[in-house]
């Protein structure tokens, strides 16, 4: 069997969290409801993946995924093959959670669903709280990360972060936090580099996890109009060539050469080999400067439906935009149970 050597990158709390995770996000299936079509793929492929050697694992109360992650998890250790401590595990507290007290009751119902005493990684989903109807609740992050404060010290998570926050919000933040954020996880790929925010991040001691790492280049319902570079670029392919790797693995070495952790998501086996097999070999200055050129600041996940909400992270669009139906579910709230 392939075996697959993970390095990591220490945070700032001094936990050490493995360089390439396993992405659980299911995505929506044809009548734009939570996806549960790809599951026995992903539960195979995630079994697999911890088998040949994957540690960290990126899942969220969002993605309905917990109780099938968990059993995974289970057996695993029940099987010998990792011991718990070997696992780096992430979830998330959804934006429907974001009163202080609420935070708690959050990652307790994540707990029970992954069947764990604690998670590695617990993240803030978004800035913005909407309540289960819809209604914007104006609650500021900065109560909510009190909640996570409160979480880290009752051991239920052993590192707390945030994602999709932009410049500013981490800049509010770290400076009114007890406990810092030890990471923002955000989406970045070739289309988006998102310079600026890594920058900060990085020289503010916050590790940035990217995630959707190939959410341009890959046909997608969210952006199927997105720009090159795709799979099929000449330059990343003659780049490829050149280390005898894929355009992904191209990819994805690329972040972490720049200092990012990146969590692909994949229901193929031999993919789940591909993704991981990028520790081995190194760009060159030039190749790093040729794919940084890509970056155009065009965003796959774009939930514009939100964008008159409070601390709504990204550029708004400036035309008011229908909200198709098929979206509506994002925008009245997703009813997400506590079990
Ligand atoms: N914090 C947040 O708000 C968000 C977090 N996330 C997290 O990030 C993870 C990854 O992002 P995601 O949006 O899923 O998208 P990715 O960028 O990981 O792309 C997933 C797609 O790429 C395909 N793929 C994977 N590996 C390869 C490969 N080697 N060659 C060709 N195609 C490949 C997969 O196909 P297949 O499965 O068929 O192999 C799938 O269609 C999520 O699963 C989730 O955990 C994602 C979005 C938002
Ligand atoms: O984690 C996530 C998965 O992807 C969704 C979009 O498709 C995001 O809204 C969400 O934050």
Not at 35 to 55: F, T
Not at 129 to 136: A, L
Request: proline content about 6%; hydrophobic content about 40%; some cysteine.
């Amino acid at each position: 069997m392939a075996r697959v050597n993970i390095p990591s990158f220490t945070l700032n709390d001094g936990t050490k969290i493995p360089a390439l995770g396993y992405g659980t996000w299911l995505g929506m299936d044809a009548k734009f409801e939570f996806s549960a079509e790809g599951m026995p793929q992903m539960m195979e492929a995630l079994s697999y993946a911890i088998d040949i050697g994957y540690r960290h694992i990126d899942t969220a109360h969002l993605y309905r995924v917990e109780p099938e992650v968990g059993k995974i998890i289970d057996k695993k250790i029940k099987d010998g093959v990792v011991k718990r401590e070997d696992l780096f595990v992430t979830t998330k507290v959804w934006h429907h959670f974001h009163r202080e007290a609420d935070v708690e009751v959050s990652v307790r119902g994540s707990l029970r669903r992954l069947n764990l005493d604690y998670v590695d990684l617990v993240l803030m989903h978004w800035p913005m709280s909407i309540s289960q109807d819809g209604v914007d609740e104006k609650i500021d992050y900065l109560e909510t990360w009190r909640g996570f404060e409160s979480v880290l010290s009752k051991g239920l998570a052993k590192s707390i972060g945030v994602s999709n926050f932009n410049v500013e919000q981490m800049k509010r933040l770290l400076a009114n936090c007890k406990v810092p954020p030890s990471t923002n996880q955000v989406e970045i790929n070739l289309n988006l580099g998102q310079k600026e925010l890594v920058d900060y991040c990085q020289a503010n001691n916050v590790v940035v996890v990217a995630y959707s790492p190939f959410g341009t280049m890959v046909p997608s319902r969210s952006a199927p109009n997105s720009p090159e570079p795709k799979l099929n670029n000449p330059t990343m392919i003659a780049i490829g060539k050149k280390y005898g790797k894929s355009v992904t693995q191209v990819t994805l070495r690329y972040l972490y050469q720049r200092g990012i952790v990146s969590i692909p998501k994949t229901v193929t086996p031999s993919r789940v080999v591909e993704n991981a097999s990028i520790f081995d070999f190194e760009l060159d200055k030039g190749d790093m400067e040729t794919i940084a050129k890509f970056d155009n600041g065009f965003r796959t996940v774009r939930p514009f439906f939100w964008q008159d909400y409070q601390n709504y992270p990204f550029e708004k669009i400036p035309d008011k935009m229908e909200i198709p139906e098929s979206l509506r579910i994002w925008k009245n709230g997703l009813n997400l149970d506590i079990d």
